[in-house]
């Protein structure tokens, strides 16, 4: 069964325009033989373009294995994971990190900002990586910068920064290329609630004003009153898919 809140909503299959991934059968296990440990496991998802989507569950059901594989950063045991009408796994590492860069934005404690940089230089960088020409990126920096709130604190680094201003720069930096689809792993949980609940309006804001589609793994029970959908996995499977 393929999962898809929307769908849920409104009886209808998602006509293959408005889908923007499509999940297929996704198995995950790490290691091999006896000791293999099954991560994801028949996994059948489609979100639309210009959704807001949580990924919910308990520590280990898979979350964040099931968005480094959305993001291309993993490859699939069996199964597929379509973007944008595009099978990842069956592109090269090359094309595979070529769409990753320019077609997404990751938000991922794994991708901290680089300290020495100023939030603008980070923001400036990571559209050089994303192959944005030198012309473009002034302009479109400046543009991510003020759409999170922090043009007048571009020039700090992130050591001068709080908590909320360095995952704004995050967010700036994931956005500023204007990716199709942001993935957010636990946006919010370094974060105080009056904070964490300022990221999430940029968030729905992105989604809203922008068309974006914003997929987030969390924990956090006020990212449940903003999202437009939720999936929760159990044991690396998805048990539940709703429309909030
Ligand atoms: N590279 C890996 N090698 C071996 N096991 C892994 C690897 N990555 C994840 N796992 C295991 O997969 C399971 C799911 O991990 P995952 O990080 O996806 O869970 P999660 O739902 O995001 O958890 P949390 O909410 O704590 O972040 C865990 O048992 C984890 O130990």
Redesign the pocket.
């Known amino acids: 069964m393929t999962y898809s809140a929307h769908d849920a909503r409104n009886d209808e299959p998602l006509a293959a325009e408005q889908t923007l991934l499509r999940v297929e059968g996704l198995k995950r296990t ?2 091999r033989g006896s000791g293999a ?1 099954v ?1 994801l496991q028949g996994v059948n998802l489609s979100i639309a373009r210009g959704r807001l989507v949580a990924l919910k ?10 968005l480094n594989l959305l993001g291309a950063l993993d490859q699939p045991t069996e199964g597929s994971v379509d973007f944008d009408g595009v099978v990842l796994s069956g592109l090269s590492d090359k094309a595979r990190g070529d769409i990753r860069r320019t077609q997404m934005g990751l938000i991922f404690q794994s991708f901290a900002l680089f300290p020495l940089m100023s939030a603008y230089e980070n923001v400036e960088f990571a559209m050089r990586i994303a192959g944005v020409p030198a012309s473009a990126r002034k302009e479109a920096a400046l543009q991510a910068l003020d759409y999170v709130g922090l043009k007048p604190r571009m020039h700090h680094r992130p050591f001068e920064m709080s908590g909320g201003e360095q995952q704004r720069t995050a967010i700036a930096r994931a956005i500023a290329h204007k990716p199709k689809l942001l993935l957010a792993d ?1 946006p919010t949980a370094e974060l105080d609630s009056r904070t964490g609940l300022h990221i999430l309006s940029v968030l729905r804001d992105l989604v809203r004003e922008e068309g974006m589609t914003v997929v987030m ?1 969390t ?1 956090d029970p006020a990212i449940m009153e903003i999202v437009d959908e939720v999936y929760e ?1 159990e044991d690396g499977t998805i048990v539940e898919a709703a429309k909030v």
Do not use: I, P
């Not at 569950?57 to 099931?66: A, D, H, M, P």
């Open positions: 790490f290691g440990a991560v569950g308990r520590s280990g059901s898979g979350k964040t294995t099931l636990e793994t924990h996995l």
